[in-house]
């Protein structure tokens, strides 16, 4: 074994097996991949190993399109069989509720590239004829999903990287991580240390495991610095990384061999398909001559939920027939052809969850050089694209794609480990379940509160969870319950939102704001580090300005308010679900010379709006100091006593009306909302939540983060042209942007009013548009082609599907094509309109005409007209007057 490696890899599993190689494939050839027994010896030997492509967010999709299509690439250099059956599937749906999800799925699957179908019960029958179709109304067909051995998937990734050069070490388990004072690691093993640049987290089942081993070896200056003295080595090494990862149970059945199974394979030459039933949260196909059949039961269970013993490996839990038998009732029903088969083997084996399912991905903040990529519990159609996205971001520092969805940062200190276990068990227990746009999720609530908390219940507020802080989403009117009726259509929350807006708009509203991440930067450097990292120039002291931050590559990686609090003093506001996100990268470019420092308020800081006509006359009664129009202009930044509270005051509101900001320390938060509810009850003051405030943005087309602006777009892309000052300084990205400018956009974000019926768009919808011309900007996952054409010029679609030819990518109609895709909107409740952002090829970005564009909500395609001026204020007279 090598003393001294480039990277090491913990972990044998498919996910650890792919990185190796993806790292091997990009040139790291000094790279060795530790395992504490064999390969495979956690949750991969015993998976399924099934397959497919789709997923709820479109970015993982992408990947896991991307871990299909590598398969033959790795069978070809290894020269081991993933024994690959590319079966196809279906989804089925029992409820037309059911049916609209799979009508949303279909629709995301347009601008992916994905090749799938709406069918009937009777054709996915035809392809599964142990179902009875009478118990469903609908289904979806997606040619790219099937099941490979597990096993000789993770050994050909393996032989694969090896031929690449790298190192794979066996029976030898890591004890200890500790970090050198220059960044580098020693990975302590049994059979002695290795030191490398990089550590990977792979490690599965023991993945918690590891990131608690994390330790640092704090330099002498940062010992001082801490005032631990004597204790500071030993306290460095106790840091830990708590991730938010835990296992479960999961129980899947093989039956004996089936005459049904043989005979169809015999008369139609092929194989069964797999198939996903929602109302019995089971999943099967054919195994052999039998069939397997999963299930994410109700009734869940974790695994080990504290500690995950070392010594556990090639072995299984014992099954649970009676756990699972609410699933298995359903599933007999729905398969009767099923039923009768005799079971051969009961599999209960251990997978490990994140919070949301997807996997954690990504350095972690805080620590240099410490890399994630677990909690991929669908490593089989995941773990391939876990690879390529994390070796890029080790090698090129960027992933490539969009993969917030399973970045390692979207979750907060909050997410630990009793949050951890109840999240991820009410997860997993709905794995199979639609979730609704308007739907909140009740586990581990309530987990952080403002002092508000109770008055807005008390107001009668339905509250959401806000990266783990409960925030106001609307208020319910007196006398009716405070609660969404989930539905993919206008709910029950439409009439008091627009409500909210009304008033808002026409007197005065107030809202709070804690759910906003908060920042200090500070000290001599801090104007040059924030103009090396922002893309528009920094304010004069009392002024606030709006600025993106791309990365070296020009992309958007965020969107911030900055005011100058004071000489060499700054705060900052942004998205509170990109907090440790941004900490990441402001920490990987702090001077060090010490002539920065970063505070990340989260908490400790929080905020209430008002805005709306009246919002100065309301203010003016609660301060002692001139706010007139020429006192306090527009984009002002001041410190004074609020209702008799110290505060921050922003003179900007997100509303797009005239307003203001009040920020304050948590224990004044009451007296300062008591004080702006009785000065407002002249003017009808209302509240109103998270909801009327989206609603208002898109009345003034303002984008939102990791909607709107993402990292896959730049800012000319996301018409942020004029936040972008090119000839300010050399900030990160500056030659990048300059070169999309000089170059011009192939997209644009846009705004579009959509003539709906009583469904608004929720986002990821295809944008139609009715051209002769190919833009060639959908983005098309690794793998897909052209859509496919029968000799007559039909797509080919419906029985023949069902026959087994591969269904058409929809994006194609005539004169038709998707042309983009929907990012975020609603209802603009004041302007009353449905509108949606998105992005569409730069040529059509300013043509407003009529007949142009489509939005396809549902299943129905909607006219839609890009509205380039915001239909609420459009000179933006209101909020600076």
């Known amino acids: 074994m090598k003393s001294h490696v480039k990277a090491v890899v913990i972990g044998g599993g498919v996910v650890g097996c792919s ?527 709006l600025t993106p931050m791309i990365n070296e590559f020009g992309k958007l990686i965020g969107d911030f308010t900055i005011a100058k609090a004071g000489e060499d003093r700054f705060m900052i506001w942004g998205s509170s679900a990109a907090q440790k996100y941004h900490m990441r990268w402001f920490e990987k470019h702090l001077p060090k010379d010490g002539s920065v420092r970063i505070h990340r308020f989260d908490q400790t800081l929080v905020g209430l709006s008002i805005a709306g006509p009246k919002s100065r006359d309301l203010l003016q009664k609660l301060v002692d100091v001139d706010i007139s129009t020429k006192a306090f202009r527009f984009m002002d930044f001041r410190e004074m006593a609020v209702g008799g509270a110290p505060c921050m005051v922003n003179r900007i509101t997100y509303t797009g009306d005239l307003g203001y900001e009040i920020w304050m320390a948590p224990a004044y938060e009451r007296l300062v909302y008591k004080a702006i509810k009785d000065a407002g009850e002249e003017f009808g003051l209302v509240d109103f939540g998270m909801r009327a405030l989206l609603s208002m943005r898109l009345e003034k087309n303002f984008p939102t983060w990791f909607r709107e602006l993402r990292p896959i777009y730049g800012p000319f892309e996301g018409s942020m042209d004029r936040f972008i000052k090119l000839e300010k300084n050399d900030f990160i990205g500056r030659e990048a942007a300059a070169k999309e400018q000089a170059e011009g956009p192939k997209l644009r974000r846009v705004s579009f009013i959509v003539d709906a019926a009583d469904a608004d768009v929720m986002g990821d919808e295809p944008i139609w548009a009715k051209v002769s011309k190919d833009f060639g900007t959908v983005e098309k996952p690794h793998g897909y082609g052209a859509p496919r054409f029968d000799n007559a010029g039909e797509e080919v679609r419906g029985s023949k599907a069902a026959e087994g030819a591969s269904a058409v990518r929809g994006i194609i109609d005539g004169d038709w094509r998707v042309v983009g895709w929907v990012t975020s909107g609603g209802y603009a409740h004041y302007v009353q309109k449905s509108m949606a952002q998105g992005y569409v090829p730069a040529a059509l970005a300013d043509d407003e005409s009529a007949g142009l564009f489509e939005i396809e909500i549902l299943g129905h395609r909607r006219p839609a007209r890009i509205n380039v001026e915001a239909p609420f204020d459009p000179s933006g007279e209101k909020m600076r007057s």
């Open 19 to 545: 990185v190796l190689y993806h790292l091997a494939k990009a040139g790291w050839t000094d790279i060795m991949l530790i395992e504490r027994s064999e390969l495979t010896s956690g949750s991969s030997w015993h998976a399924a190993g099934g397959f497919h492509t789709l997923n709820g967010d479109p970015n993982v999709a992408k990947l896991q399109a991307y871990t299909v299509q590598l398969y033959k690439e790795i069978e070809e250099i290894s020269g081991q069989s993933c024994s690959l059956h590319l079966t196809g599937g279906v989804m089925m749906a029992d409820t037309p509720e059911r049916m609209d999800f799979l009508r949303l799925a279909h629709a995301k699957g347009r601008y992916l590239g994905m090749d799938t179908e709406l069918i009937t019960p009777s054709e996915a029958k035809a392809m599964f004829p142990l179902m009875d179709e009478t118990n469903f109304v609908g289904a979806m067909w997606d040619p790219v999903e099937g099941h490979l051995d597990p096993s000789g998937t993770t050994i050909a990734y393996s032989k694969a990287a090896k031929k690449l050069g790298a190192e794979i070490v066996l029976r030898n388990r890591v004890v200890d991580l500790t970090q050198q004072p220059d960044g580098t690691w020693n990975v302590v093993t049994e059979q002695g240390t290795v030191h490398a640049e990089h550590v990977v987290n792979c490690g599965g089942l023991w993945a918690r495991e590891i990131g608690r081993m994390v330790g640092v070896e704090l330099p002498v200056l940062a010992m001082e610095h801490m005032y631990l003295g004597l204790w500071a080595r030993e306290i460095g090494r106790m840091v830990g990384v708590e991730l938010p990862v835990l296992a479960m149970e999961h129980m899947y059945l093989l039956t004996e061999p089936m005459p049904e199974v043989e005979e169809f394979n015999k008369s139609t030459g092929r194989e069964m398909i797999g198939v996903l039933d929602f109302k019995g949260e089971i999943y099967t196909r054919q195994e052999r001559n039998g069939i397997l059949l999963g299930t994410y039961e109700k009734a869940c269970k974790p695994w080990s939920p504290v500690n995950t013993p070392w010594d556990f490996g090639h072995e299984l839990l014992p099954p649970d027939l009676d756990r699972i038998a609410p699933s298995l009732e359903i599933g007999f029903k729905h398969f009767p052809g099923i039923e009768k088969a005799g079971i051969k083997q009961i599999i209960n084996g251990p997978f490990t969850f994140a919070l949301d399912g997807n996997p954690l991905v990504g350095p972690v903040q805080g620590l240099t050089n410490f890399w994630c990529a677990c909690a991929v519990m669908a490593g089989f159609s995941q773990g391939g694209g876990v690879g390529l996205a994390l070796s890029n971001w080790m090698v090129h520092g960027d992933p490539g794609f969009d993969v917030w969805g399973m970045d390692v940062a979207r979750f907060g200190e909050w997410a630990g480990l009793r949050y951890t276990n109840a999240k991820v068990r009410e997860n997993y227990s709905r794995r199979f379940s639609i979730r609704f746009p308007n739907e909140e999720l009740p586990a581990a609530r309530p987990a952080q509160t403002t002092p508000l908390y109770d008055t807005m219940l008390a107001n009668n507020a339905v509250m959401g969870d806000s990266w783990g802080l409960e925030t106001p989403l609307w208020f319910a009117p007196k006398g009716k319950e405070p609660k969404d009726i989930v539905s993919f259509h206008r709910s029950n929350d439409f009439g008091p939102i627009g409500e909210e807006v009304r008033a808002t708009r026409e007197r005065v509203g107030v809202t709070e704001i804690a759910n906003f991440a908060k920042y200090e930067v500070s000290g001599l450097g801090a104007e040059e580090f924030l103009n090396r990292l922002m893309t528009n120039r920094m304010p004069k002291t009392g002024r606030i300005v």
